[in-house]
Nanobody, 124 residues
Framework: QVQLVESGGGSVQSGGSLRLSCAAS????????IGWVRQVPGKEREGVAV???????TYADSVKGRFTISQDNAKNTLYLQMNSLKPEDTAMYYC??????????????????WGQGTQVTVSS
């Protein structure tokens, strides 16, 4: 049974930083994509950053140069370092994963497993 548990969200002022963590259990596929999706109430989910099993990363244009996705395989944990945060980054952030190798990695509907989310609020 795959379980994804996010942590690290909170409130921060514009320009600040946060690091999100996603602890994964039961996810033992050798080929996969895992990443972060965010959603603002009333809006569609948005793929933010993804890392594949081969180590390659994909970022949404809106976060390139500010966010960094990484993983610690020994700890089965995924991270999202968020720097230079902006009010428009305010959203619920979800960890999402799939055992499939994806061509379009930032499409939320491609992901099978989801965490419960962690809220990030950036004030101006």
């Amino acid at each position: 049974q795959v379980q994804l548990v996010e942590s690290g969200g909170g409130s921060v002022q514009s320009g600040g930083s946060l690091r999100l963590s996603c602890a994964a259990s039961g996810f033992t596929y050798s080929s996969y994509c895992i990443g972060w999706v965010r959603q603002v109430p009333g809006k569609e989910r948005e793929g933010v950053a993804v890392i594949a099993s081969d180590g390659t990363t994909t970022y949404a244009d809106s976060v390139k140069g500010r966010f960094t996705i990484s993983q610690d395989n020994a700890k089965n944990t995924l991270y999202l370092q968020m720097n230079s945060l902006k009010p428009e980054d305010t959203a619920m952030y979800y960890c999402a994963a799939t055992e499939r190798r994806l061509l379009f990695r930032l499409v939320p509907s491609m992901y099978k497993y989801w965490g419960q989310g962690t809220q990030v609020t950036v004030s101006s």
